[in-house]
């Protein structure tokens, strides 16, 4: 369900450009929100998120999609931790659907799903590695990087219970908003994916935004 927020920009306590294929790490204080913008349209952000105070509790499809009966994340989603924890809330949302089934790219998968060569291409799964290589300081290892949230990602689950990755339901400016119920990491990679529609093979900059 589409719901706009009630946030205005120049309130804004954080604000930084995610650059095409880059990556973000931070942390999110319980009741702060915490805003992801599509600035060109088109794009994927593969997110994970994890209790600040124990990486070990991390964000959980299978949790979130059991406690809310569906598979689509939207307003009002509660996004659960492998402890069944509500981590946050989706509490504005302007494109209306979000997938969590889909996973993030890697090279493993670049390589089954399309072609030997494409083995060495950037991928999601580099841009988490090397974001948690860069900053120990948030203690999550290789063995916390699990399943993730694909916002603004299209990624149908047809009649017969099939997936596919199709082109994206996003636009210039469409965004996702979240309110955090803990300390929160985010880490997002900003999908540098050129072999599927979901960023319509052309990878453009992800926005975040925060408010106390
Ligand atoms: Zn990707």
Not at 4 to 18: D, G, P
Not at 40 to 66: H, K
Not at 76 to 95: K, Q
Not at 182 to 198: A, E, F, G, R
């Amino acid at each position: 369900m589409t719901i706009a927020s009630q946030q205005r920009e120049e309130n804004a306590v954080f604000r930084q450009l995610i650059d095409a294929g880059d990556h973000y790490i931070g942390t999110v204080k319980a009741g702060q929100t915490i805003r992801i913008v599509d600035v060109e349209g088109n794009e994927a952000a593969d997110t994970l998120f994890f209790n600040a105070a124990d990486p070990s509790e991390r964000y959980s499809a299978m949790d979130t999609v059991r406690e809310q009966g569906k598979v689509y994340l939207t307003t009002g989603s509660e996004l659960r931790s492998n402890l069944t924890n509500v981590m946050l809330t989706i509490s504005a949302d302007t494109c209306g659907r979000h997938d969590t089934l889909g996973g993030a790219c890697a090279s493993e998968s670049n390589t089954v799903r399309y072609d030997l060569e494409k083995r060495h291409m950037h991928s999601c799964r580099d841009n988490w590695m090397l974001a948690i290589a860069n900053h120990p300081e948030y203690g999550i290892t290789k063995r916390d990087i699990a399943h993730n949230i694909n916002f603004f990602m299209n990624v149908p689950v047809t009649a017969n219970g099939e997936l596919y990755f199709d082109d994206g339901i996003s636009g210039p400016g469409k965004y996702v908003e979240m309110v955090a119920a803990m300390d929160v990491v985010v880490l997002i990679s900003n999908c540098p994916q050129l072999n599927n529609p979901c960023s319509g093979f052309n990878p453009t900059p992800l926005e975040v935004l925060i408010w106390d």
